[in-house]
């Protein structure tokens, strides 16, 4: 959109993850350009790579509710709302492991979050919706478990290793 486009600095074959998920938010199911479909590389380095990792872009959209200029912010409160779940989701599994619920607090710890938080990136929305997925294989809710590492990969494809790691552990130990 031109009044979106008019607030940016670009500059041409420049960019970074953060602010190809910020483009990715205004078009996340590649409608706008549907005959042209050449024209996203405009603006996006690899389309069919930064459009496969949806989940941000989409839920981004959903809770903006169509204002663009919320878009950043709400970026970033949803990247801090992770770190919260992530945080919350390790203390019930260490409780329930019998160790104290302040291992949450080691999500606090992960410099990679931080940095995600400055950048836009979604790596704590990831690492909620993978260990979400793990509390509810824990807990044999089958459903739930696919639904969780669904939504994990449609962030980040990288936690399909782990995804994979402990849908075998899972299967070996019955």
């Given at each position: 959109?031109?009044?979106?486009?008019?607030?940016?600095?670009?500059?041409?074959?420049a960019?970074?993850?953060g602010?190809?998920?910020?483009?990715?938010?205004f078009?996340?199911?590649?409608?706008?350009y549907?005959?042209?479909?050449?024209?996203?590389?405009?603006?996006?380095?690899?389309?069919p790579?930064?459009?496969?990792?949806?989940?941000?872009?989409?839920?981004t959209?959903?809770?903006s509710?169509?204002?663009?200029?919320?878009?950043?912010?709400?970026?970033?409160?949803?990247?801090?709302?992770?770190?919260?779940?992530?945080a919350?989701?390790?203390?019930?599994l260490?409780?329930?492991?019998?160790?104290?619920?302040?291992?949450?607090?080691?999500?606090?710890?992960?410099?990679g979050f931080?940095?995600?938080?400055?950048?836009g990136l979604?790596?704590?929305?990831a690492?909620?919706?993978?260990?979400?997925?793990?509390?509810?294989l824990?807990?044999?809710?089958?459903?739930?478990?696919?639904?969780?590492f669904?939504?994990?990969?449609?962030?980040?494809?990288?936690?399909l290793?782990?995804i994979?790691?402990?849908?075998?552990?899972a299967?070996?130990?019955g």
């Amino acid at each position: 959109r031109d009044d979106v486009r008019r607030s940016l600095v670009l500059v041409d074959g420049a960019g970074y993850d953060g602010q190809f998920m910020y483009f990715a938010t205004f078009d996340p199911l590649l409608r706008a350009y549907r005959r042209t479909p050449a024209t996203y590389r405009r603006f996006i380095d690899a389309p069919p790579y930064r459009f496969g990792r949806i989940g941000f872009s989409l839920l981004t959209r959903v809770v903006s509710v169509g204002h663009w200029a919320w878009v950043p912010g709400i970026m970033v409160w949803l990247i801090l709302g992770a770190l919260s779940v992530v945080a919350l989701l390790l203390a019930l599994l260490a409780r329930q492991a019998g160790l104290p619920p302040a291992m949450g607090a080691l999500v606090l710890v992960v410099p990679g979050f931080w940095q995600s938080v400055q950048t836009g990136l979604p790596e704590p929305i990831a690492a909620a919706t993978l260990v979400a997925g793990v509390s509810c294989l824990a807990n044999r809710r089958w459903v739930l478990t696919a639904l969780f590492f669904a939504l994990s990969l449609l962030v980040r494809e990288t936690g399909l290793i782990a995804i994979g790691c402990l849908l075998v552990g899972a299967a070996i130990s019955g």
